[in-house]
């Protein structure tokens, strides 16, 4: 393990107010998939939510934009257990964006931009519970050159690291070509022991350690801005929405026994399709799922593969969306393979972000405030 001294990603579209349907009813739309008859129920109402995590004794914590954490009881989200409104800004596609526990519960992450927009991973550590303010520490920072592609997700594999995910530093088609630059955090996943050093160590089997002017952080790169990200809790694969520039949204994927070092290929491809004259690295990792633009959307948002027991028809599928279209769709993934799609043929609102519950439950959060559960018809 190396210990790392400090050194000095929403989506691509606006974020608009918008309302979310209390129920619908969905169907899968795969012919060589069981169809699941699902509702989705409003169960609270928040200010802008951004991100949620499952939190101790099955609650569900939602984080809002502008800077505050509540905790969803059976009677909609509580009081703000964190606010750090006057440390954050919401121009832009800044803010808090992301939200993680460890895999103990015994400390809460947070991602956001502050007052200048820099990135910001943060600790706490939490008591019984409850997370404690003063114990709060800075893990990592990252300087942004635009007030878009922050990045923002962060999650526990099952390896029990952090990841953390940067988009390419934004204004659009990666002007300073951080995507295939292994000297930047931007446009990376990173893998770090936020606990095993000050301010956090490196994983010693992480892919770049031993290569001369590559961040030892990095996970994997060629990622334009990959908003949501998540470990599938049956397998441990790693799903990935990366927002496209123009043209492709994609969903990229890494085995469970992936070593890390992926390169999905931004900002040479977009998608399947080199971009703007570019050529395909010859470690290029296509995407396992792409779509156009063309009626389907214009910003991916990554979800999770379902592993609840309340829908058994929904089992082992990729659930995702997207920003600009909210329409509920899901992937069946072996091996690297898609072998069936699902068109959910739901309007979720504009939605920005899946939170998966201790017992493998879905939450759907939509930018204009609407906080749904996937539940059975």
Not at 52 to 73: F, H, N
Not at 313 to 326: E, I, K, M, N, T
Request: aromatic content about 10%.
């Amino acid at each position: 393990m190396k210990v790392r001294t400090r050194s000095s990603a929403i989506i691509g579209a606006l974020f608009l107010a918008a309302s979310l349907t209390l129920t619908a009813t969905l169907t899968t739309a795969s012919a060589d998939e069981a169809q699941a008859q699902v509702v989705l129920t409003e169960v609270a109402r928040a200010q802008g939510p951004s991100a949620g995590a499952a939190g101790p004794d099955g609650k569900v914590w939602i984080a809002e934009r502008a800077g505050t954490v509540r905790v969803l009881g059976d009677y909609g989200l509580g009081e703000p257990v964190l606010d750090i409104s006057a440390e954050t800004t919401t121009d832009g596609e800044r803010g808090l964006l992301g939200v993680a526990f460890d895999p103990e519960f015994a400390h809460f992450y947070i991602s956001y931009t502050d007052l200048e927009g820099t990135s910001t991973i943060d600790e706490f550590a939490v008591q019984d519970g409850e997370l404690q303010p003063d114990t709060r520490r800075t893990v990592l920072t990252q300087e942004q050159p635009y007030p878009n592609h922050n990045g923002g997700d962060i999650k526990f594999g099952p390896d029990g690291y952090l990841y953390i995910a940067f988009g390419d530093g934004g204004s659009g088609g990666d002007p300073h070509g951080n995507g295939q630059n292994l000297d930047t955090l931007l446009g990376k996943i990173l893998r770090i022991d936020p606990t095993g050093g000050e301010p956090y160590a490196i994983p010693s089997d992480n892919p770049f350690v031993a290569e001369e002017g590559a961040k030892d952080e990095i996970w994997a790169y060629g990622l334009r801005n990959p908003w949501r990200f998540s470990f599938d809790a049956g397998t441990g694969d790693l799903l990935i929405g990366d927002v496209g520039q123009s043209e492709w949204e994609e969903i990229d994927w890494a085995p469970a026994s992936s070593k890390g070092g992926e390169n999905y290929g931004w900002s040479s491809m977009e998608g399947n399709h080199p971009f703007r004259g570019g050529t395909e690295p010859a470690n290029h990792v296509p995407p396992v799922h792409e779509y156009d633009r063309s009626g389907l959307g214009c910003s991916v948002t990554g979800g999770f593969v379902y592993r609840g027991e309340a829908i058994t028809d929904l089992a082992g599928s990729y659930v995702y969306s997207d920003y600009c279209d909210g329409t509920l769709r899901t992937l069946n993934i072996e091996n690297g393979e898609v072998t069936g799609e699902g068109d959910l043929g739901v309007q979720g609102g504009e939605v920005i972000s899946f939170v998966e519950a201790g017992d493998g439950e879905l939450y759907v959060l939509a930018i204009g405030g609407a906080v749904s559960r996937i539940d059975p018809a």
